[in-house]
């Protein structure tokens, strides 16, 4: 090897486990012990801080230093740099533009081969980043479904349910969708797609999606309604076609405006009096709206509009022959 490329090779190493002998890293490298020592200095040179171990052969451990040095990354962990980047603006912290930079850096500097997997994921990020529970999503499937977006071609797959295995196979016949765009939201991944059987879009779970081959025909892409992947997209999370809740409604909470805030989402809070401020929100049915208001457990006042009020009558209703059947049955 070159001196480069053992340098390479030992910087590798020192990043796969904690400590390093010595006459391990000189027999990974088919080198001498001294050939190691003076590339440890090389490194060391170079702005890494590694430090020697004591120990019966003695060796060698790579630390955080004072600067940020350069970095050596494989295939997956370079696109997965990669796609993280290009899902910065979920996060909300002001960090667009620089990770917009920083992606044009990682991109001029990868081989083709990498490049050509990085062109192909263009990621649409929607909403904020959440606390979704971790899902088993496939790398693998990530590629297949955004190179089928790239190169135009059917997707055929199958749909498995939440809780199946990976090597679940429900038997239907596979699904058709003309794969329009991948889609990031609240930790989870969705391909939006124009599904051929039921002539509509439709949000499918990548986690769910097992890829058949080989892909069906090419197609001619369709514009995604009004324009707009984010607000479309977000407008389906809503159970509408347009980025608006179905129902929305207001009222006035026995609470400070500062103390409603952190809890209105996309909601708008107005403050009355340094004691009660007015909430607007919405939800996709009059009982879910009505529910989440009582998550403030104080007195309140419905504005409006009607439908609103006779949710909270109904569900008042409810709650209350819950409670009476709850005590009559620990009635001896």
Not at 25 to 32: K, M, N, Q
Not at 212 to 219: D, H, I, S, Y
């Amino acid at each position: 090897m070159t001196t480069t490329t053992r340098l390479l090779r030992l910087l590798s190493l020192l990043q796969t486990r904690r400590d390093w002998p010595g006459s391990l890293l000189a027999r990974r490298l088919e080198t001498s012990d001294r050939t190691v020592r003076r590339d440890i200095d090389r490194l060391r040179g170079m702005g890494y801080s590694i430090r020697a171990t004591m120990g019966p052969d003695g060796g060698y451990r790579l630390d955080a230093g004072s600067e940020l040095p350069p970095l050596l990354f494989d295939d997956d962990q370079t696109v997965a740099v990669a796609i993280a980047l290009q899902t910065a603006p979920a996060i909300g912290a002001g960090i667009e533009e620089a990770a917009i930079r920083a992606l044009g850096t990682i991109r001029q500097v990868m081989p083709s081969r990498l490049r050509h997997r990085l062109d192909a994921l263009e990621v649409t990020a929607v909403g904020r980043a959440g606390d979704a529970a971790p899902v088993n999503l496939s790398f693998d499937v990530l590629v297949t479904l955004a190179t089928a977006i790239r190169d135009r071609e059917t997707l055929r797959f199958d749909y498995v349910p939440r809780d199946a295995t990976a090597e679940d196979r429900p038997l239907l016949p596979p699904r058709r969708a003309e794969p329009s765009h991948l889609v990031t939201s609240h930790g989870r991944w969705y391909l939006l797609g124009w599904d051929l059987d039921r002539e509509d879009w439709r949000l499918y779970s990548v986690d769910r999606v097992r890829p058949r081959t080989p892909n069906g025909p090419p197609f001619a892409p369709r514009a995604v309604p009004g324009g707009d992947v984010d607000e479309f997209v977000s407008g389906r999370f809503k159970g509408s076609d347009v980025n608006e809740w179905p129902c929305r409604g207001t009222v006035i909470l026995d609470l400070p405006a500062h103390e409603v805030l952190p809890f209105a989402g996309d909601g708008t809070v107005t403050a009355i009096d340094g004691h009660r401020c007015a909430l607007e929100v919405g939800s996709w049915s009059w009982g879910a709206l009505a529910a989440s208001f009582g998550r403030f457990e104080v007195p309140m006042e419905v504005v409006g509009p009607p439908e609103l009020a006779a949710a909270f009558g109904t569900i008042a209703a409810r709650y209350r022959a819950t409670s009476e059947s709850a005590t009559t049955r620990r009635q001896p």
